[in-house]
């Protein structure tokens, strides 16, 4: 009798990482950046110069922190605020400021789905703000929104910051949009960042930075199936490579095989080949412009109330209703 070898994959992590890498294309999802390093890596690209992306919603928030409470406030006083995949809070915590000394009554619920992240937000808003009410729900964006919906009829603002829409495709953007209107009562507001076509050259550097953290974390997820699956990926036969395409405004991110090689990655049992130059598309970071905002948001049956944004227009925050 022949024995079976089958490997049995006991997460999603080690089902994609073989899927993805058996493909033709090889393609390795970007949500497998953000382990503990990947966290970290992130947050300094928050703080790099060229990622402007952070700065300009930061300037927005800032700039309109008056006009954005009035809003979230109006018609019903009374506000749960969600933010989806909240971080480490910086953004919010300007408007956390604002609606605390003002005295407006809403509780603050971060979702996202490491514990770790929202432990480390927890304690930080408790010093900084220990008036606000804060209700830390840990899970994906819709278990957590299902779950507060059953709860009770609060009306949410829910805040979807820092274009995190754009690591989806427009397919699944819409989706996604939708997903969120159908978890909305009427009153309810979305709250969501896009960053905007511009001038590529800006686009292609905030995603390139010269001192290399970019590509750290690109090569992160490589680590991470070295860590956690077994893998021996060598990083530095791997080229950190960007593209973006001002047509379509998908900005795309790939690892670049510089050799003939084969990785081993002992958890899932196989043996992975690298051609010389053979890629593996890691991540797209998707730039938008007014109509295609205005048709996603259609699409997900959601009108656009209101829109904010910066003096260069590099950014834009929505304000989105069913
Ligand atoms: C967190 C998805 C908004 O695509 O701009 C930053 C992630 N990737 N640099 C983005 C990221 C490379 C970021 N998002």
């Known amino acids: 009798m022949q024995k079976s070898t089958k490997v049995i994959f006991t997460t999603q992590f080690e089902e994609e990482v ?151 495709l427009h397919e699944q953007a819409i989706d996604f949009l939708k997903n969120v209107q159908e978890l909305m009562q009427d009153e309810d507001l979305l709250f969501i960042g896009f960053d905007m076509k511009k001038n590529p050259q800006t686009i292609l550097d905030a995603y390139n930075d010269q001192t290399g953290i970019t590509a750290a974390f690109n090569k992160n997820v490589l680590a991470r199936i070295n860590h956690e699956l077994g893998g021996n990926f060598d990083l530095d036969k791997f080229l950190h490579w960007e593209v973006y395409d001002p047509e379509t405004g998908t900005a795309k991110s790939y690892l670049v095989s510089k050799e003939d090689h084969t990785v081993s990655i002992d958890r899932l049992d196989v043996l992975i080949d690298f051609k010389e130059w053979e890629t593996i598309h890691t991540e797209i970071s998707q730039k938008y412009d007014d109509t295609v905002v205005a048709w996603l948001a259609e699409e997900a049956g959601l009108k656009i109330e209101t829109e904010f944004c910066d003096t260069e227009k590099f950014y834009k925050n929505f304000v989105l209703r069913k």
């Not at 493909?23 to 497998?32: A, C, E, G, R, T």
């Not at 060229?50 to 979230?72: G, P, R, V």
């Not at 989806?84 to 509780?107: M, Q, V």
């Open 18 to 168: 073989h899927a993805g890498l058996t493909d033709f294309p090889k393609h390795l999802s970007s949500k497998y950046f953000y382990d503990e390093k990947g966290d970290k890596l992130f947050q300094d690209i928050m703080h790099m110069p060229e990622y402007y992306l952070t700065q300009k919603e930061y300037d927005i928030l800032l700039n309109h922190t008056a006009e954005i409470a009035e809003l979230f406030a109006s018609g019903n006083p009374k506000f749960k605020l969600i933010e989806l995949g909240a971080g480490d809070g910086k953004k919010t915590k300007i408007l956390l400021k604002h609606l605390s000394e003002n005295n407006f009554d809403f509780k603050y619920q971060p979702i996202d789905i490491s514990q770790n992240v929202l432990n480390g937000l927890e304690k930080s808003l408790q010093k900084e703000f220990p008036n606000v009410s804060v209700e830390p729900q840990q899970g994906t964006y819709f278990e957590a929104l299902e779950e507060i919906n059953s709860e009770n009829g609060t009306k949410k603002v829910i805040l979807f910051l820092g274009s995190n829409i754009g690591n989806l």
